[in-house]
């Protein structure tokens, strides 16, 4: 609590000193027109500076630029309007010291020439950049990612705010969509499939105790959560399809953070004096191990987590027709939990050293042979590295401490791919996009366990050798008219080893009642490939010549159907009312006889995952729902979010029994709000959120048959049937920005859990005491961050 006092106390003193000084600064707004599907730029657009006096205009040159220079700071809205494209408006942009905003615009050419069009001074933030989406997508801003309130900067925590989604663990950052596993997500950046981008990712998960992703070089970017467009293949779930921003191509700025996420250090600018070409690249290193090295100590003994990435990316805007960009994110983490050293983070009787790296990088090129078409070719090459040590621990008749290693696993993925895609305009009411994707897996999975009966070791991995992926996709966009828009496509897909391919139509509709309502609809078939280890399982089949066989090379794909409508209304100019229903169908799912309720549709919120051998697909599930959404958008200098999910979630096993899923938490609500207040030109901000979900269901451990057999006995006549209690928390964060002359300082200050609510993190069987521990997730933590721009 001092460090509160301290920094609140801190706060009041900076907002005594910026009110002393009232001299008004001024910063840069500039951008580029484009068109939407194109992306080709467009000359003679009208742009107009509101909240300026008097008001400012001015009309994009050639190459589709623009400029306002000398803009006072604080929040300003321009409103774009081009002959012949829907008129665009971006509200709410923050002018500060440090930073220059550059925009990248896209207008939507129009059916329909009206005779007279009225640009409004506001901006649906909440459609997807995407345009090819219909339904169950939405776009998010960086600034979100750390405005509301518990973000943290991540773009996983932020999306656990939006309907559908449902996060209810403290540790990591999984999500679960409309009841799916968390491994039903896909993760896109730069518009191409990345490994995932977490921290302590494991190995067929999609989330982490920290995102690698780094908010200060990523560009505003989609979400979505069902029935989503062809050109999204390898997921049953969701997705994010994220963008980096390119630097500053005209002056070099500088950054400098220390938070939660750790110490940063960013740069951007012109790689020269000619041309437009520019860098971006950021470092972080994880605060928790800088501290420690310093000789703090944060009462978790050993278990430091250890982690640094870095991000960057090169523009080459070539010319009009040729753009050239290579990009990268990687990172490294580790960390050791042992319980032979009393960690209160460690498992009941195991030392658990844990490490992972991620790196990928990609280069796109991109060719405009004629102001209609574009042709995209990317390549990218990606590894990921997880090595994982446990040993049991137990005391001689001495009492000392004894470990004995009874897992050694080291997992090794490269992968290599290429993207080729061609898009195409025929005209205002039609446009195609076609593209395949290559992806070539180098894997070498080497994990061996301890049989202690047997004092022996045996390879359940130990497979190396060469995957391959093909998809294929073909969407198409019709526009009856400006207000009636059809989305229509086919992704396919094939895996070589398993000889698996999918065909998978998708279809949606949006029709714009009115100038405030919409109703929408949307189909699709989704499949997804099992994660790569399943299908190295390898089992042992001559002992004496210790000869090994894989068992589940022939899984077949996870498939699923999507069926979603919606309905979606703006009751003020900036209030909107969204309600969506849904139903899923899955089937296809590996499970297996000997263990007749286990399903791996259950797996994917955690740090490890299971599979037998000689799986079936002979799984299914199914998942509906209904969502709320009631947002009103930044203006005014406040905006708040209520959102409330209602779903069932249910899978059967191999005995095809109908039980709730491991992800049926029933029910979320989030509740989420915030306020501006202008202190001159420096600005102090105040959010709140809280979360009240369904619990996590689980598997009961068998406290008897654990104590008769020396190890953890599940009951699994009892899977799922019950919740851990509700999960519920209390957010704020309190953030203080002064503007200098040519300097931008930030602090923040995030408490998280404020009432210190006590919900359950697991229940684990320490074999060392036969006793069930229950642990509990993140007491009251307050966390600060201060930022730095020049």
Known sequence: MNRVYHFTLAILILIHTGMQAQENFTQTIRGTILDATTEMPLPGATVILDFEEPQRGTTSNTSGEFRFEKVVYGRHSIRISFMGYKPAAIPNIELTAGKEIVLSIRLEEMIIETEEIVVKAYSRKDQAINEMTSVSARSFTIEETERFAGSLGDPSRMASNYAGVLMVNDQRNDIVIRGNSPQGLLWRLEGIDVPNPNHFGATGTTGGPVSMLNNNVLANSDFLTGAFPSEYGNAVAGAFDLRMRPGNNEKHEFLGQVGFNGFE?????????????????????????????LGMDFGTGDAIPEYKDITFKLNFPLSNKHRLSIWGLGGLSYIELLDSKNSDFGFGGTDVYFGTDMGVTGIEYNYYPNEKTKITNHF???????????????????????NTPFVDGNFKEFVYQWLGEISHKFNAANNIQVGINTQIYDVDYQQRIFDAQANEWFESFGESGIMSLYKGYLQWQHKFSDKLVMNSGLHTMYFALSESFAVEPRLGIKWQVGNDQSLSAGFGMHSQLQTRALYLLTELVDTANAIYKLTNDKIDFNKSMHFVVGYDVLLATNLRLKIEAYYQHL??????????????????DNFTSSGYHHMLNQGKA??????????????????????ASIFESKYSGYDEIFRNSAFNGNYVFNLLGGYEFKLGRNILALDIKTVYAGGKRFVPIDIEASKAEGNVVYDWENAYKNRLSDYFRLNARITFKLNGKKIAQEWGLDLQNLTNHENIYMQTWNNSTKELETSYQSGFMPMMTYRLRF
């Open 265 to 293: 250090a960013g740069a951007e600018g012109p790689l020269s004096t000619e041309g437009k070409s520019s860098y971006l690249i950021n470092f972080r290193y994880s605060t928790m191990e800088v501290m420690h090295d």
């Open 380 to 402: 990218s090459a990606s590894s990921t590295i997880n090595k994982t040590v446990l040993d049991s621990i137990h005391t001689d008749e001495e009492q000392n401490i004894i």
């Open 587 to 604: 089937y296809n799912i590996p499970v297996h006889p000997e263990q007749p309720e286990f399903s791996l549709i259950n797996q994917g």
């Open 622 to 643: 199914y998942n509906y729902g209904t969502e709320f959404t009631v947002e009103k958008f930044l203006t005014k200098g406040y905006y708040y979010l209520f959102t």
